[in-house]
Each structure stands twice: as C-alpha cells, then as structure tokens.
C-alpha cells in the first residue's frame, strides 16, 4: 500500500509541507513496529485516551526493542496533521521529517491498508460515518504480523459501542514485556 503523506519542507510558507509516497515496505521492511488504528482523529476515545496513552508510552514501547510507533486512521494527511498539534503532540521541525518527534500518524485516507488488514467498518446508523478502521493494535516484524489485538474480537458493522479493552498501551506494553523476558 502507498499512503499520501506530508514532509517538511525549508520555507518559511504557513503550509510548509510536500507529498510523499511512504509505502507499505517503508514503514515495515526490516523494521519492528508497533501499530494501533482507530476510526477517527478528533473522535473522543481516540483523542481523550487511545493517542495520549501511546504517546506518553513511546519511550518505554520503544525501550522494548520496537524501531517505531504508528497510530493510523482513515483520514487524510491535512485532518492527521491538525489533529496531531490539537493533541500536543511535538511536530518535527526537520527539513524532510514525516510528522512528529513520537508517535507518527499515518494517513490512510482511502482505507487501502485498512482493507488490506480486513479492518473496515462502517459506523452509518450510530454515528453518521463512511468507511473508517476497526480499533486494533499490531506488533508487525518485518512485514509480519507478530501480534495483533482486535477490539470486541472482530469487527462489528454499525456498532452501538465503540469498544476500547485491548488495543490500550498498556496491554501494548504488557505484550511487549511478556516477549522481552
């Protein structure tokens, strides 16, 4: 999958930011990483605890011998972006930088990797939304799942609840300690 992603550029311009194609293969290929996704960015779970507990988790997650962590929704590049300094999060000022200095937010605004992950769901009745990700988290090492974590066991369609029991960072974190020992 090819995600439409934004980079630093030098200017002095208010949007200072070029496309980038970051494909599937950059983010995994010999990498270990840790990867939650959510319905939406600026929604309350994910912005009142799923988003802050992975970022106030990063060093430690990171400590536990995981390259990089990656929050994902369907939404575009511009929505993450935003939504990403609404939360506090400190941007990463370096020319060529994708994002932010912790966790990185990872657009999927066509849902092509969510779909690809079988994740898709739609929320039409409850909440009014299109297309979005079923919450779960994943431990991918080299391009393979290691773990991965799915709200409520599987994804319910036009779901009344919108579970949050497992994709937490701190059950992140309990796994990745369990494999650490």
Known sequence: VTFKTRVRIESTDENPFDW???TSEDIFKGKR???????????????????PGYEAAYAEIK??????VYCL?????????????????KEDMTPGA??????????DGAALFTRGMGMSCVWEKERGFGERSWRYSVVVDDMKV???????????????PDPFEVTDAATMVEYLKSKAS
């Open 20 to 22: 980038k194609d970051v």
């Open 33 to 51: 990483v840790v990867m939650f996704s959510l319905p939406g960015a600026f929604t309350p779970t994910c912005s009142s605890t799923h988003l």
């Open 63 to 68: 400590g536990l011998g995981v390259d990089e």
């Open 73 to 89: 929704s369907v939404n575009d590049a511009f929505v993450m972006r935003q939504w990403g300094l609404k939360q506090g999060l």
């Open 98 to 107: 994708n994002g932010f200095e912790k966790v990185k937010l990872l657009p």
């Open 146 to 160: 290691e773990k991965i974590f799915i709200e409520g066991g599987g994804i319910t369609q036009d779901s009344g």
